[in-house]
């Protein structure tokens, strides 16, 4: 059988090289781009920079893999860059990196030009980044007879507008047009993403594949020297901190704990995850607690190695989210033989079934209860997570399901 070439989009890849760890969306990219590297004959890849689009092939997609996982330095920003004193910037310095890689370029009103010279007849493009989703990107590949299959990895946005930073609920609604609009195929990352993607579409007929997210293997990471204060039972919650991972319940957590045990008695809680927005006051909070320091310990982002060495060591992972569209730190704890303690979200329901602990989001008494048996050994913790984890093999096979329907193969 014979499969049509694939587009991948790398944009927003590009946009993460030399920031640090990367986000569950970022990870899910950076695992399209090893599997089209793997399984493409002739792959493309296509970047809305900062100054236009460029195109790669298999040697730009090459190099992009080396810059995100570090096996390529970055390089310099270009002259253009460096004139306009953004050489320091590690997007800038990414796109350096690349150009003298391209196989094409162009500015965006130019796109059609490049699309009409380069790209294959029946190319699929493929995103999965939630970037480079305007109308006009979409509109122009799709005029040129490629066809689109997009990644939704969740709604948020439109469901919880309170929870999310100021914009993001407008710039999701013209993302989500655009995508109704354009796109011949659109891959859910679970069962309840996909149907909530169905009911926003309503009447707009396009296939919804789902497909769990993958897990990377990963090596073992306990001999990693960890830093942080692990002398006594602990905790770890890891994720942005913003409203909608709701940070504020644990902290009321520990302040509950501290009126009924003594200091030197506290389990220690370990926060892994950079500041995010909308969350001046539980960022306040935190900033002011009298715990803080001594028994709560803020960590920033950490690599991931010292993040799973911190994990394998605590009593459990916690993670009180208000919303998830997939939600991998609780996969992870468990394939770290850790204990996850989630909020009862739908998702991390079908995802998880039996091998966490499910609490209420935003009831303190049932967290606070529910750490208190773990830390006092009263949950029996070993005996409630045995689950197989979803790997990407299994992604991409129900992805190429979707993916032949529109004429291709990942």
Known sequence: MTYSPICLDITRLVSRVGLGALSGVDRVEQAYLTRVLENSENPQFLCRTTRGYLLFDRKGGEALSGLVDGTIPLGQADVLSRLLGKASKARHRAEGSLRPLKIASSLPRNLSGLLAKHLPANTVYVN???????????????SHGARIAVMIHDLIPLQYPDLVAEGSTARFEKLMSNVAAHADLIIANSIDTKQHVRDYLGDVAIPIQAAHLGMVKRARAREIPITAPTDRPYFVTLGTIEPRKNHAVLLDVWDALAREMPSDDLPYLHIIGRRGWKNE??????????????????????????????????????????????????????????????????????????????????????????????????????????????????????????????????
């Open 128 to 142: 999965v980044g939630h970037s480079n989703l305007s109308a006009r990107t979409l509109g122009t590949i799709a």
């Open 281 to 410: 006051e539980i960022l306040n909070r935190l900033d002011q607690h009298p715990l803080k320091g001594k028994v709560i310990f803020e960590h920033g982002a950490l690599p991931d190695a010292q993040t799973r060495a911190l994990i394998s060591g605590s009593k459990a992972l916690l993670f009180p989210s208000l919303a998830e569209g997939f939600g991998y730190p609780p996969l992870e704890a468990l394939e770290d033989g850790v204990l996850p303690v989630c909020s009862a979200l739908p998702v991390l329901k079908e995802t998880l079934g039996d091998s966490a602990v499910y609490v209420k989001g935003g009831d303190a008494y049932s967290w606070t209860d529910t750490i208190k048996q773990l830390y006092f050994g009263t949950v029996p913790a070993k005996e409630q997570k045995s689950m197989t984890l979803p790997t990407w093999d299994a992604h991409f096979a129900v992805v190429n399901a979707g993916l032949l329907g529109i004429g291709t193969d990942a």
